[in-house]
């Protein structure tokens, strides 16, 4: 059920020029269901690419969706309120720090990338993206900036993932167009990395889920942070067994 907006919240609105922008607000069971959509893709995009070496054009089509939906997810939350106070962002670097570590002799192993660890996988984006907005929570603007610019060039999908989670997190602290057009530059300028635009497909479907109320059960927190590094490691087992 959606709260009701306060009259000096639609006055603000107004004033910024955002009345007619959607406030995003989803149910636990609606977010937990593009939790599973989202890690879906993620997997379909990592068979396809591993184990019939992107033979699916369809598969790696879809699959580029999956980030988007991950970043989107993770800025959600820390838009919430009092997501600083409970410590939700130092949490959630350490978990990321760790299991990406975790997932890295797999990604190396699994092969394709420079001088074989270079760009570092989706949980260091994701551990950029929260240690930026952790920064500028804390006021730290200038630390913030040195880090998107440092951690945005060692991880996978660059500065445009990172940037796309921190506009994000913006829209959904405070809807304006700035945020809205950031997030679909930010978008657009994975096409040379992902060879095609589906990216941008991610943003319908945010914005006509957040309209649903699935009826979904909460995964345990630690479930994603276990599955990425479990399941690259049963692809590269596959993938040994198939030489």
């Not at 630390?143 to 945005?152: E, I, K, T």
Request: proline share 5%; net charge positive; aromatic share 16%.
């Amino acid at each position: 059920m959606r709260a009701a907006v306060k009259p000096q919240e639609a006055e603000s609105a107004q004033k910024s020029g955002s009345a007619y922008l959607p406030r995003l607000r989803f149910t636990d069971g609606t977010l937990e269901a593009l939790k599973w959509l989202a890690i879906a893709l993620m997997t379909l995009d990592h068979v396809n690419k591993y184990v019939f070496h992107e033979a699916s054009t369809v598969a790696f089509d879809f699959g580029r969706i999956a980030m988007p939906l991950f970043a989107f997810i993770l800025a959600y939350n820390f838009a919430r309120p009092g997501a600083l106070e409970r410590g939700s962002y130092q949490r959630s670097m350490k978990r990321l720090a760790t299991f990406g570590a975790i997932a890295l002799p797999v990604c190396m192993a699994l092969g394709g990338l420079l001088f074989g660890f270079w760009p570092l996988n989706i949980l260091f984006m994701l551990l950029t993206a929260t240690a930026v907005m952790y920064l500028l929570e804390r006021g730290n603007s200038s630390m913030a900036f040195l880090v998107f610019v440092a951690g945005g060039f060692m991880v996978e999908f660059w500065w445009p993932a990172v940037g796309f989670t921190l506009a994000c997190w913006y829209y959904c602290k405070r809807p304006s167009w700035l945020s809205l057009g950031l997030a679909v530059f930010c978008c657009a300028a994975l096409a040379p990395i992902n060879n095609n635009f589906w990216a941008l497909a991610a943003l319908p479907i945010i914005f006509a889920s957040a309209k649903l109320d699935v009826k979904i059960p909460r995964s345990n927190g630690l479930l994603f942070y276990v599955y990425y590094p479990a399941h690259l490691s049963i692809i590269w087992l596959i993938c040994q067994l198939m030489k």
